[in-house]
């Protein structure tokens, strides 16, 4: 897959979107990003958002109102302000020299160690360069998403049941948490 590059309308219109949810805790709907990126139609910015959706950067749901949600981690968020550094570690192995990520420590949940893992290439919905926030808790529940190694390359697997046994052959890396991915 190539790298997406954004034109400068898609660049706005997307800080149009992290920045207002990051303000107001809900994203803008779509005649108020017309207004603060400056365009006068609607379906303009409903070409910017398809094709900001289909390239990965913004994601849509029908469950709620104003369905537009930021993919990875938003850095306008205040939040992000006090940050920790957590490992980062360059391949699934782990066993790379780690480096660091800032994470914003509100986001790590309690007795559960974190850590960063950086994509050499695509997989399944994630991207090359993606950064995938990883925790290991002490027990898996239903529907908690696993990053396994899978025939030696990184798969995600979906926990069915509370107390399910996972296969043997495959190699727990730990649970998805967050994603975090470079624009």
Do not use: C
Request: cysteine-free.
């Amino acid at each position: 897959m190539k790298e997406v590059k954004l034109t400068k309308k898609q660049e706005l219109v997307l800080n149009y979107i992290k920045e207002y949810t990051a303000k107001h805790g809900f994203p803008p709907a779509v005649r108020e990003i017309a207004k603060g990126v400056g365009l006068n139609s609607p379906s303009s910015v409903h070409s910017h958002i398809k094709r900001l959706e289909r390239d990965g950067f913004i994601k849509k749901t029908n469950s709620k109102f104003r369905t537009l949600e930021v993919v990875g981690i938003n850095e306008y968020d205040v939040s992000k302000e006090e940050a920790v550094k957590i490992a980062l570690y360059k391949d699934f192995s782990l066993s790379s020299s780690k480096d660091t990520f800032s994470y914003p420590a509100d986001r790590i949940p309690k007795n559960e160690e974190i850590f960063a893992l950086e994509l050499k290439n695509n997989f399944n919905e994630f991207k090359k360069n993606d950064i995938l926030i990883i925790t290991k808790p002490k027990n898996y529940n239903k529907y908690d998403e696993l990053v396994i190694v899978k025939d030696n390359s990184l798969d995600l697997y979906t926990v069915q049941t509370k107390n399910e046994v996972i296969n043997k052959e495959y190699k727990i890396i730990g649970k998805l948490h967050e994603l975090s991915r470079k624009y």
